[in-house]
């Protein structure tokens, strides 16, 4: 399917991908920690049927540097500008921090009808980075919702790697402690998913390395489907943190962490996914 593709500088920087014959489902793709504009998936939803929107949500103009006290207006503007173009219908697509961002939006903005969370959290977390005072520490939340941080976990410092210095780390054990170790702001910190009432789709990798997504997302399909909403779960024993699509380039290895998986795990998890991607969004080419 032919697509244009629109650069957007206001009223954040990012990427609005159109079906030549247009589109009446509106898609919301979201980065991870990496703060990049997901143009590879917005293109590849675009090319489905589907009018995709990619923002970079920190890291740009007049944002923090990190993930820290990120406004969750931010995306609800973003589900505006969607609206804007004449959708029926508002799905969000996020991966690691941004299904952890789509989850809690999806909870607060009821347009939103339907989220894809790809390596998801059940909870939300301290930040990963400075805010816009330029500091990281003391931990705060990763985000607010009408100028009130929402509850967070912060992070064990007594934690250290297990991999030698110089190697890449894997982060599942610090998040796994923390969980453990601040239990109470664990439970305060869950993110409401039954407030969620669009469809839910998670999907997660058990070799996952930088957080147990697969957990989480068990975790939040039974609290999901207590609240007598639908939610599917796509799980894989062997994909690690970064699943790919049909027709996604594989993902770069990384000298820094280390996500799990192998690239053929990851791409299965993906394909495994794919249709039911397509099923929840309600995209029809």
Not at 22 to 49: F, H, K, M, P, Y
Not at 81 to 86: A, C, K, Q, S, V
Not at 212 to 227: G, I, K, Q, Y
Request: aromatic content about 6%; hydrophobic content about 40%; proline content about 9%.
């Amino acid at each position: 399917m032919e697509i244009t593709e629109r650069s957007l500088t206001t009223p954040y920087e990012g990427i609005m991908i159109t079906p030549r014959s247009g589109g009446d489902v509106g898609v919301l793709v979201l980065a991870g920690s990496s703060g990049r504009i997901e143009i590879e998936r917005s293109r590849l939803l675009a090319r489905q049927g589907a009018i995709a929107l990619s923002i970079r949500w920190f890291g740009g103009p007049g944002q923090p540097a990190g993930i820290c006290e990120i406004p969750l207006e931010t995306f609800a503007a973003a589900v505006d500008l969607l609206l804007d173009t004449g959708v029926r219908r508002v799905g969000v697509v996020g991966v690691s921090k941004g299904a952890e961002a789509a989850l809690l939006i999806a909870g607060l903005d009821p347009r939103i009808d339907a989220v894809v969370a790809l390596s998801p959290t059940s909870l939300a977390w301290a930040n990963i980075g400075p805010g816009v005072d330029g500091r990281a520490h003391p931990y705060r939340s990763s985000w607010t919702w009408r100028g009130e941080p929402v509850p967070f976990v912060p992070y064990d410092d007594t934690w250290a790697p297990a991999e030698p210095e110089g190697s890449p780390v894997s982060y599942r054990t610090l998040y796994e402690r923390s969980h453990t170790r601040f239990a109470d702001a664990a439970e305060a910190a869950a993110i409401p998913i039954e407030r969620v009432t669009g469809d839910l789709l998670l999907v997660a990798g058990g070799d996952d390395r930088m957080w147990p997504s697969l957990p989480f997302a068990e975790e939040l399909a039974v609290r999901h489907s207590v609240a007598e909403h639908l939610a599917r779960v796509i799980g894989s024993p062997d994909a690690g943190h970064r699943p790919r699509l049909p027709g996604e380039s594989p993902a770069q290895a990384s000298t820094t962490y280390l996500y799990g998986g192998s690239p053929s795990a990851d791409a299965a998890l993906g394909a495994a996914a794919w249709p039911h991607i397509l099923q929840t969004l309600q995209i029809r080419p």
